[in-house]
């Protein structure tokens, strides 16, 4: 498997431009299958995840290719309701087909999806809401079978904002009988992205970005050209990256309104941050000082996503910084991987008091998800001597080609190939 070398202590500087967002652009192509006819979905990051979906829709009979940072799905000939449980348990966003499956064919057979092991992730908000939708659910062990003939609008609770049940629901709604109304919807810029794919396909939609989303039913979709929003999380990453290693960045193509949070916590640690019209100026000279209090909650409040990248930098500030997870109970795997770089970092229940070392120091480390992972790469392009980052294909599920966008902007990281995940057939 793929090793990331990195050899720390060079400031990042220079130009970047970010590519598409993943979580806007996976349940977007899942969205896809509502529409009988060609979908455009553009911006499309070159990750496994993304491929990992373009293999559901072709295994369910769509013709679906990538090329030129764009993807053409036709969902003309899809025939199939059964989402193979290999596919289904290689990411969590498999759970999205769910709702356009059910909407378009009446039923479908999935299992319990899979993904990174950062906590319990049920879906059991994704299928109440499907039921209230009229949808008969039954579970077999990990094995669900959904039906409807005709999925009815009805307001739908949630008891929680989850990202992907709003998603989820708002994809079955729009096919739906009559008004559907979700009530306690979650917030965050990818569902507003969603939103707009699916009005551009004739759908109407409205809501999304406050806590009620609206979905008027309506009989039928069509095909469309739509670009997918800059990806915030990868934004983050590399402003995080940028004050960590002390540099100098200027991040392109980006929209500072979904990074308000990240922004306002970097600036209280005492970085330079300077905001244009999609353009973002971070720069950092001194050692960042402690953040009291950072609490991960639903958009716009500080994402969960990007709790293990800050941890790796507020690893180097002067005091402590008290980092609080609220929304994933098994995102705390990085602690001890950056203890093993010279982090000093002690947890307490969903709670990590980050006492700042004056160095972080080079040694081999694993990453144990994709978030982890672009942590323990930020904290080896600010450490001394050499890191060796392990497990890369986690980090692949959400950076595209990640050792590409830190040496673009001078930081000393390869790839070291291995072995592939799958073995290749002999030739
Ligand atoms: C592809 C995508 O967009 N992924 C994002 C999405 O994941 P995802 O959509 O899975 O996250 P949710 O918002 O659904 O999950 C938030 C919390 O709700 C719980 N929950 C969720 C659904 C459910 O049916 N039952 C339940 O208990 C989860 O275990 C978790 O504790 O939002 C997360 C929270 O911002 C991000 O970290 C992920 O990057
Ligand atoms: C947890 C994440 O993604 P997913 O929901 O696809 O597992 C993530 O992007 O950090």
């Known amino acids: ?82 989402i193979p ?40 908000l994704h299928l109440r809401g499907l039921a209230a939708l009229g949808a008969d659910i039954q579970e077999k062990g990990s094995r669900i079978v959904c039906r409807a003939a005709q999925l009815k609008g009805t307001e739908v609770i949630l008891d929680f904002p989850s990202v992907g049940a709003t998603e989820n629901i708002m994809m079955a709604a729009v096919l739906a009988k009559g008004r559907t109304t979700i009530v306690g919807a979650a917030r965050e810029p990818e569902i507003q992205d969603l939103q707009a794919f699916l009005n551009q396909m004739g759908a109407q939609v409205t809501g999304a970005g406050t806590d009620t989303i609206f979905v008027e039913g309506v009989s039928s979709l069509s095909g469309c050209d739509f670009e997918i929003i800059p990806d915030r999380i990868v934004s983050g990453t590399v402003m995080v990256a940028a004050a960590a290693s002390r540099g100098d960045v200027e991040l392109h193509g980006v929209q500072p309104r979904h990074l308000t949070s990240l922004i306002h916590v970097l600036r209280r640690a005492g970085v330079q941050i300077e905001v244009g019209n999609a353009i973002i100026k971070i720069s950092a000279s001194t050692r960042p000082k402690a953040v009291e209090r950072v609490m991960t909650s639903p958009y716009p409040a500080f994402p969960t ?34 203890c093993r770089m010279g982090a000093d970092i002690r947890v307490d229940l969903n709670t990590a008091f980050v006492r700042g070392a004056p160095e972080l120091y080079g040694t081999t480390v694993e990453a144990t998800d994709l978030r982890a992972g672009a942590a323990l790469v930020i904290a080896g392009l600010a450490a001394q001597g050499r890191t060796v980052v392990e497990q890369v294909h986690y980090i692949d599920r959400g950076y595209e080609r990640i050792e590409d966008m830190f040496r673009q902007l001078g930081g000393d990281i390869i790839r070291e190939c291995g072995q592939p995940l799958i073995p290749q057939p002999a030739r």
């Open 85 to 124: 449980e290999t596919l289904m348990r290689q990411m969590r966003s498999s759970v999205f087909l769910t709702g356009p499956l059910l909407a378009r064919f009446g039923e479908v057979h999935l299992y319990q999806p899979g993904g990174c092991a950062i906590g319990e992730r049920k879906i059991d």
């Open 1 to 82: 498997m793929d090793k990331l070398v990195i050899e720390g202590g060079q400031p990042l500087s220079g130009t970047i431009r970010i590519h598409g967002a993943k979580n806007a652009a996976l349940p977007i192509l899942a969205a896809s299958l509502l529409a009988e006819g060609e979908v455009t979905v553009r911006n499309v990051p070159r990750l496994l995840d993304i491929d990992v979906m373009l293999d559901i829709l072709r295994n369910l009979g769509c013709n679906a290719s990538y090329g030129d940072r764009s993807v053409i799905v036709d969902t003309s000939p899809a025939s199939s309701s059964h």
């Open 305 to 338: 996503d990007l709790q293990a990248q800050l941890m790796a930098f507020l690893s180097l500030a002067e005091g402590v910084s008290v980092i609080k997870e609220t929304i994933f109970e098994g995102r705390f795997k990085h602690v001890d991987e950056l």
